[in-house]
């Protein structure tokens, strides 16, 4: 598992094993220093790159890839989404290929079955923040498949009615699409969603997520 860290000032990536998904290792990696060693868990593609650019993103397993070299995929970037490839989810190198178009909130998947890589990543829509479908074959040609989710009318209706009980001002907020997953299971792809409400005008109401 890769996940972002928010160290105060710095932030990152760090890595983490599990044969059960409950306990975790948290493996000495020695990549990159912080407070002064590099006994820690910290993953890297480049030490010297600062947060949000090191970001390591929405790592995956890819059985089927010939190449050792790019058995994981994942992400690089905080803001906009470079693939990158790795043997063992530790060491990392960019792909030559150009960048996905995202802001701070993206999912990737591999469906075996039809050995496509599919990517939500964020974007704009008509209530806010939304989310787009990308998908790939080889993670190197990428389609858009467009605006696939976004928040409607029911939802700020519904959101409305949440907000009024404790005396916010809904026409400050709006609700939007923070996140969105899908993966393949069986023959479905279900998608777990994010919504929230944030602040789109100067208020002194609260709370609404800023």
Known sequence: MITSTPVVGVAGASYATSTDGVRWTKPMLGQW???????NNFVALDRKMPWPHN???????DPHERDPAQRY??????YGRRPMASPDGVH?????????????ESNLSYDRESRTFIATLKTGGPHGRSHAIWTSRDFQSWTNLKVVFH????DQR?????????NVNPAACNA??????????????PSIKGL???????????????
């Open 176 to 189: 939007d699409i923070y996140n969105i997953g899908t993966f393949r299971y069986q023959k479905r792809s």
């Open 158 to 166: 519904l959101a409305d009615s949440t907000l009024h009980p404790v």
């Open 151 to 154: 928040a409607d009318d029911e």
């Open 33 to 39: 220093e912080w407070q002064g060693s590099r006994k």
């Open 92 to 104: 990392w190198k960019l792909l030559d290929v150009p960048k996905l178009p995202s802001q701070d």
């Open 73 to 78: 995929k994942g992400f690089l970037g905080a």
């Open 196 to 210: 929230r409400n944030r602040r789109v005008k100067p208020t002194n109401d609260f709370p609404c997520d800023p």
């Open 55 to 61: 970001a390591i993103e929405n790592a995956v397993y």
